[in-house]
């Protein structure tokens, strides 16, 4: 009887736990800016990754908004730049707006990455997409150097904050 009182909790408990959301966007270089490893951009907009050649790989822009992003979107199918549709303005806009900012003023670094590899989990492998030391981010941002520590520069972005440098 406790067998099947157990078993019944059990369906009870699966059926009101949803299931993670399905990504519509390409898990692949999962991290990075841009659409999957897009190699090419639409029209007025920055070309994200760039073939290795002979090597497999791509090189990728990845920055706080795009590593934010690209979580907020594997939660969220449908928020603003996700590529669902129709958008629903209430999820993602602020990563989407830092996203666009960091790569307008050229607060990102490169990473290599190989478009091969999936990514299933919704989280960013942080050993994979991590600032390398000497790369200059925005304030705020030293949590995604490898190190997980920056110092300031004299050098200060638009909106009057010291840019870092990953240490």
């Known amino acids: 009887m406790q067998c099947l009182l157990r078993l019944v909790v ?4 699966t059926a ?3 299931a993670a959301p399905e990504a519509t966007a ?15 951009g639409a029209a007025g907009e920055p070309v994200y990754c760039r073939p290795v050649l002979g090597s497999g790989e791509v090189e990728c822009m990845v920055h ?3 590593l934010e992003h690209d979580v907020c979107c594997f939660q969220h ?11 629903d303005p209430r999820y993602c806009g602020y990563e989407w707006d830092k996203s666009r900012q960091r790569t307008s ?3 990102y ?4 990455l190989r ?31 490898c190190s997980r520590a920056a110092v300031a520069l004299a050098e200060r972005d638009p909106l009057g904050a010291n840019k870092l440098r990953c240490r």
Do not use: H, K
């Open 64 to 66: 706080a908004g795009s």
């Open 16 to 18: 009101a736990v949803p």
């Open 105 to 107: 003023q050229g607060l």
């Open 115 to 145: 478009p091969q590899e999936t990514n299933r989990s919704g989280l960013v492998d942080f050993d994979q997409y991590c600032a390398p030391s000497g790369s200059v981010i925005a304030a705020g941002d030293d949590r995604y150097c």
């Open 10 to 13: 059990l369906l009870l408990y």
């Open 77 to 87: 199918a449908n928020g603003r730049g996700c590529g669902g549709r129709p958008e």
């Open 26 to 40: 390409p898990l692949q270089c999962f991290g990075a800016a841009g659409l999957g490893c897009a190699t090419s």
């Open 109 to 112: 670094w490169t990473r290599r």
